[in-house]
């Protein structure tokens, strides 16, 4: 089996992926959402038996607070959870921005600044830590071959983003950016504080003829310049014949040159693109649509904070990707995606629509091959 369950992260990401035989699965997890979501899920690792609480690779994809939080609530700042192991965390701190490997002593390792930055990494210290790295960074050196890390009955991990110069563009805020994302995250969305982007819209677009998604897909509203953003792991899982894009929050561009990296002669067939950055219409542009082909699109976010999936980028989706009739995957129904539920939209444009639920997120099964 190959199970993907995005479950109900508020703004953000926590994505559990499971595989295997039935009697011996195996898991990822990929980011934790907000703080509030670690305790969920920490309240189901617990209860479950000890055979389902081993976890084969933890990702951190990147240190804002709608995906790093929850890691925090669940694990970083709480009593250790009975019977669990994880076999490896994947996640770029401070030493990684400059391309060394974790610190061996803990007085050596450079502080993320504020208190809860430092309990993640007091944590991380006593996990495996970037094992499959050598305790180096998790990231794609363009000079070089595409990384790839084979787990358990061969499912396949490379990695396509970030690139050195991403982490390294990171040193200079990453005090900061780690202060501000772990706040917002003790907040859990009920700040007023200014967020990295402007809000999208309260009203859905006026659409009425085909002429209005393609201006609404083709208007340019610039690119993410969220060095934390840049900095996302952006992973391609392979198993047993299905293909899928975790992208975290990374750049459509940087996206796209993975992309290219991997795949240099022909367009990448996947089974499942999870969208960057929940549908940001400055990280979900035509060349990235346009890189793969792709049925399935997977959008995480209940529009807390930024409104998100912006309109344009959903529009880009429909109008851009290559095939007849694209499936927006939304993990939980919202104000923002509910929008696009609109039958008439539907047959007019040539898509469909699948949400999840408020309290479980959106499960989705594969067919593998033999």
């Not at 900061?176 to 859905?204: C, H, M, N, T, Y």
């Not at 008439?344 to 594969?366: A, M, Q």
Request: aromatic share 6%.
């Amino acid at each position: 089996m190959l199970e993907l369950t995005s479950l109900p992260a508020k703004q953000g990401d926590a994505i559990w992926i499971r595989w295997g035989e039935p009697e011996d699965l195996h898991q990822i997890i990929i980011d934790m959402g907000t703080g509030p979501i670690g305790e969920i899920i920490r309240g189901e690792l617990t209860a479950r038996d000890t055979s389902e609480q081993a976890i084969d690779l933890l990702v951190i994809t990147h240190v804002d607070a709608d995906h790093i939080g929850g890691v925090l609530t669940c694990l970083a700042e709480a009593e250790p959870i009975p019977n669990l192991r994880i076999d490896d965390v994947w996640f770029n701190g401070f030493e990684h921005l400059n391309g060394n490997t974790v610190a061996t002593s803990e007085n050596s390792l450079e502080p993320l600044g504020p208190v809860h930055g430092e309990k993640l990494s007091i944590w991380l210290r006593e996990q495996q830590w970037n094992k499959a790295f050598n305790g180096g960074p998790v990231s794609r050196v363009p000079s070089e071959p595409v990384k790839t890390v084979v787990l358990h009955d061969g499912l396949k991990l490379s990695i396509l983003g970030p690139t050195p110069d991403r982490l390294s563009n990171f040193v200079s805020t990453w005090k900061d950016a780690v202060e501000e994302a772990i706040e917002k995250g003790r907040l859990d969305g009920s700040s007023v504080s200014q967020g990295l982007e402007a809000l999208g819209s309260d009203d859905p677009p006026i659409l009425v003829s085909k002429d209005d998604l393609r201006i609404l897909a083709e208007s340019n509203h610039g690119s993410d310049n969220s060095k934390a953003n840049g900095s996302s792991i952006t992973l391609l899982l392979e198993y047993k014949g299905r293909k899928m894009i975790l992208s975290g929050d990374a750049f459509s561009d940087d996206i796209v040159d993975g992309i290219n990296a991997v795949s240099p002669t022909t367009r990448l067939h996947v089974d499942l693109f999870k969208l960057p950055h929940h549908g940001s219409k400055k990280n979900v542009h035509k060349e990235l649509l346009e890189a793969v082909d792709c049925d399935n699109w997977l959008i995480s976010t209940d529009g807390t904070r930024f409104k998100h999936p912006d309109a344009e980028a959903i529009a880009r989706v429909i109008h851009f990707s290559r095939t007849d009739e694209p499936l927006l995957l939304f993990n939980v129904p919202s104000k923002f995606n509910k929008w696009w539920e609109n039958n008439d939209w539907k047959n007019l444009y040539g898509y469909d629509v699948e949400y999840g639920k408020v309290g479980t997120g959106l499960i989705l099964e594969f067919m593998l091959d033999d």
